[in-house]
């Protein structure tokens, strides 16, 4: 959470920093910030609120060629202008950015800064009076930088400048992510490649515990010993057009419509010369070694772990079992002999997951990340990747990475399945086609969707999701979009759980929404409808074509039996959509939230 930029060369750097926060306000957008150096010293411009606040307190006759900048989710100390980064050293001199958190902020303020006195509640002030501390010591601004970081323990991306010197910028990570950006003239400092596309599009990777001295024609990437590391620029395949809007008027909406475009590239991306679908065999050899699978996740991530675990069950036959990654690095179950850790993450930087990643390095398991973002952190820290090639997913809340991670999934389990001898008994290539149409056919339904948003969720406090097998996983998932970005309180259970304390909340007009694409629990789902029908609530079912009935709110294209969690939660997206217009709740951005999870 939280984006960080910076930019140093000839131009003015203050609209390079704003567009450069703009596109990083997914990552959190309750305060931000902007610091510029010129011949007068540096001008900090900060506010509570989203970027177009900072933009409106930016005063546009400051001109300034380097500069670094902020946005915030909240760790330590509310959402406020004083809290906002940038954060100064007493005297003023230093001036500083930080994505993370430092856990053991309040030791050195005791052990070091105890005459100091603090502005803001954050962790982060300590990082900066500890510089000016240090370089009051007689250090230079490199050395004190440096020593501060070999006290600092937790994640942090950081940049700092000193109002001695316009011509640098100091930069260094650990575990929170930041790439270095490579211009003629000038460079950059960003959280993602997304936010500096608009002015290059070559990249140089950080490491943790680096730090780098970036000046306007000059980027020298050291370890905290000093140590020069040499590390070629990668290009960002990032289409700028990806990262806009367009005519849509919420990027949610976007990627909801993209999804069928996405089964297609996924199927062309996993596909050999003969039409076959195949995985790097590497990662299939490590599937058949494993005797069991531990998938590792969070929120959506965790919801289409879920379903994955079936299909790798299914079609595999290997046992799988699927975990919550900000539990299991505190309560990990006891291990079977040979696991394989996949880890699912739309942005490959969740750092509950990550904690879990390096947990199980450091026991010797092997790894597999299945992720959306080439050279995240998660990707590059397991030993496998594979791709989502959804493109990217801006929406605080996920909808295309979650039907990608379950495409994806299906094709790792088929694969791992044929090479172990087991045929299917269709082809999982062209069901992911008929998919593709059904998702089409659904997104070309939005009407009947915000109808049934206006119906049952314009009003109501809470609202239930109900599925049996596969389709409480939906249901699962179709709750935290719901809750996430309308703010109704929305739980999914497995159909026959309600009676066992849930059916207690059931008043009248419950809005209740129920899955029926499972042939082999049809009736049961609609007899778990009745009994909370007897008791007043309002159901909305959204069955499949071929287990229709006349009572059913909605009725989804058929497709096969095993993947109809790829389409049906397409409704529940739509549906939330559409709620969360209607109660006129910021979709792209709900409150509280950020898209990439970046502190545990
Ligand atoms: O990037 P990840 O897939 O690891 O993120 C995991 C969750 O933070 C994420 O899925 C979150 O639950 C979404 N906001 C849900 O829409």
Not at 30 to 40: K, L, Q, R, T
Not at 93 to 106: A, K, M, Q, S
Not at 278 to 301: C, P
Not at 413 to 433: P, Y
Request: aromatic content about 8%; some cysteine.
């Amino acid at each position: 959470m939280c984006g960080i930029v910076g930019y140093i060369g000839y131009n003015d750097s203050k609209e390079i920093l704003l567009k450069g926060l703009e596109k990083l306000e997914y990552r959190g957008y309750d305060s931000a910030g902007i610091a510029v150096i010129n011949n007068e010293g540096v001008h900090v411009f900060k506010e509570k609120g989203r970027i177009v606040d900072l933009r409106a307190a930016v005063d546009t006759n400051v001109e300034a060629s380097t500069g670094i900048g902020h946005t915030r989710w909240a760790t330590h100390g509310v959402p406020s202008k004083t809290n906002s980064h940038p954060h100064q050293s007493a005297s003023g001199r230093f001036t500083l950015v930080h994505n993370g958190v430092i856990e053991n902020y309040d030791l050195l303020k005791r052990e070091y800064l105890q005459n100091v006195s603090m502005k803001s509640e954050t962790d982060t002030e300590i990082i900066v009076q500890l510089v000016e501390l240090f370089a009051n010591d007689g250090l230079s601004t490199e050395e004190a930088f440096r020593k501060t970081l070999t006290l600092l323990h937790g994640s942090y991306a950081l940049a700092l400048i000193d109002n001695q010197d316009q011509e640098t910028i100091y930069v260094a990570k650990n575990k929170s992510p930041l790439l270095v950006g490579l211009g003629f003239g000038f460079n950059v400092v960003a959280s993602d490649a997304m936010a500096m596309l608009q002015v290059t599009d070559k990249y140089v990777e950080l490491m943790d515990k680096e730090m780098v001295i970036v000046k306007k024609d000059e980027v020298t990437i050291q370890n905290l010993d000093g140590e020069v590391i040499n590390r070629e620029p990668y290009t960002a395949e990032l289409d700028a057009s990806d990262i806009e809007k367009g005519t849509y008027p919420h990027y949610m909406l976007k990627e909801i419509d993209e999804q069928p475009a996405v089964m297609r590239k996924i199927i062309q991306n996993y596909q050999d010369q003969n039409g076959e679908l195949k995985i790097d065999a590497n990662i299939v050899s490590a599937m058949n070694d494993a005797d069991r699978i531990y998938i590792v996740a969070a929120g959506t991530s965790y919801h289409s772990g879920l379903v994955g675990k079936q299909f790798i069950e299914e079609m595999a036959q290997i046992p799988v079992e699927v975990h919550i990654s900000s539990e299991f690095g505190y309560n990990m179950p006891l291990l079977s002999k040979k696991p394989l850790f996949i880890f699912l993450s739309q942005s490959g930087e969740t750092a509950d997951s990550r904690q879990v990643l390096v947990q199980v390095k450091e026991m010797g398991h092997k790894s597999l990340t299945i992720t959306n973002v080439p050279g995240s952190t998660l990707s590059r820290e397991a030993d496998y990747t594979l791709l989502l090639h959804a493109g990217p997913e801006i929406a605080v809340a996920s909808t295309k990475a979650y039907t990608a991670q379950l495409a994806v999934l299906a094709i790792l389990a088929e694969v791992t399945g044929k090479s172990r001898g087991l045929e299917l008994s269709f082809s999982l290539i062209q069901e992911l086609g008929i998919v593709a149409n059904a998702m089409d056919v659904l997104c070309d339904s939005k009407e009947e969707f915000e109808a049934i948003a206006r119906e049952y969720l314009a009003t109501t406090r809470n609202c239930f999701f109900i599925g049996r097998g596969i389709d409480y996983y939906v249901g699962l998932e179709g709750a935290l979009k719901l809750k996430e970005i309308s703010y109704i309180q929305a739980e999914g259970f497995a159909g026959g759980e309600l009676k066992h304390g849930t059916i207690a909340l059931i008043e009248d007009g419950t809005p209740i929404i129920a899955l029926a694409t499972q042939g082999f629990v049809n009736l049961s789902i609609r007899g778990n409808v009745k009994e909370v029908v007897a008791r007043g609530a309002n159901p909305c079912i959204i069955s499949m074509e071929g287990l229709n009935m006349d009572e059913d709110r909605f009725v989804i294209p058929e497709v096969h039996q095993t993947l109809t969690p790829l389409i049906s939660v397409v409704p529940m997206q739509l549906i939330s959509y559409y709620a969360a217009l209607h109660r006129d709740c910021d979709v792209d951005k709900p409150r509280n939230l950020a898209k990439s999870v970046t502190v545990e």
